[in-house]
């Protein structure tokens, strides 16, 4: 019986011998989500990235501050590799150097030969050319847009068809934490 469904659904297995790796821009993501009132339990989202994407690694690229060190360890706990360049913090308070969109698509080309299939969680039109050049290797999965889907990158909708496309607003339901 067993033998049968598994014939039955060859996607199913597919997917689970995919071995995809998620990348996301921290900033893009906490700024799209903080817009919209609610904050992200890092744990149910790396598990709802294992379950329904296969993804086996989900590495977070931002710029470090110091007195984030918490952040990085809960990121961490919750099974995310945490990539980190450095920033400094300019004479008015605010930080420069965190912007970390040329670190992440350089990550996701030099170790594309170890995944099956890239995501990307960001809503960021400077991602443009490395998802389409993903798309053309047949290298991405998904899109997990930071904002809704109507206020979406265009380019971004350019680059990937509308089923590769989603919003963390969708997931709000699974991977929220709980209010205060």
Known sequence: MTQQLKAANPNQQQASQEQNWVFIDLQNLY??????GWKINWYSFRTHLTHKYSAVKAVIFTGFVSGNEWLYRKLTLAGFQV???????????TIDGGNCDADLASFVMDYKADYTKAIIV???????????SLQRQNKLR???????LANTSSLIKQAV???MLVSIHGLRNQISQPAN
């Open 122 to 132: 960001a809503d960021d039109a400077d991602y443009y050319r490395t998802i389409q």
């Open 161 to 163: 068809s509308r089923d």
């Open 83 to 93: 990539e980190t360049r450095p920033t400094r913090v300019l004479p008015d308070g």
């Open 142 to 148: 998904l899109i997990i847009s930071s904002h809704l």
């Open 31 to 36: 700024k799209g989500v903080q817009e919209r």
